[in-house]
């Protein structure tokens, strides 16, 4: 599924782009942003240690998702020509992997997520695949996922498996 032109159920002005070495930058800014909570709750780490974990923990996640996924999309999230975060999925045999969803603070509980997250489920749905994702417990995406219908598929260290089934479709009855 091509998202950058016409995403369905998605607000207004929301688009896709793919990312460019240009994007490093504000890939990171969305990563430590995703993580300021966890690290307020660091207190014996100065702010150049808690940047300088965010920086290596940024640059370890992006090279095993380009190595292990070289396939994959990596967007940026635009709102009316502003970048507000990052979508990355894996299309597979089967299956569409969500490998992250990130917006900027001031972008979140917008609907922005949810609606591109859903967007997944009606190609999902189209093609006859399921969805998965990863999520850690205290992330409070996970509630939205339940609400759309993923269930736990397991555990992964820190990390919930989620996925998401496509209904069955109705059969005619003669």
Known sequence: MVMSESLRGVPA?????????????????VYAESRAEEMALVADWSDAQKAEF????????????????????LDVIVLDGEDVGRLYVARL???????DIALLAGHRGRGI?????RAL????????CFVTLHVEDHNP????????????????????RMRWTPPAPATASA
């Not at 997520?113 to 997250?117: D, N, S």
């Open 13 to 29: 002005g929301v688009r896709l782009r793919p990312i460019t070495d240009r994007d490093l930058p504000f890939l990171h800014r």
């Open 54 to 73: 965010l920086r290596f923990q940024f640059e370890a996640q992006h090279a095993h998702y380009t190595k292990h996924y070289p396939d994959a999309r």
């Open 93 to 99: 045999a089967g299956e569409i992997r969500l490998m």
């Open 113 to 117: 997520g949810g609606a591109l997250v």
């Open 121 to 128: 489920l009606e190609e999902a749905r189209r093609d006859g």
């Open 141 to 160: 995406a996970r509630r939205l996922y339940e609400r759309l219908g993923f269930v736990k598929a397991g555990e992964e260290g820190i990390y919930t």
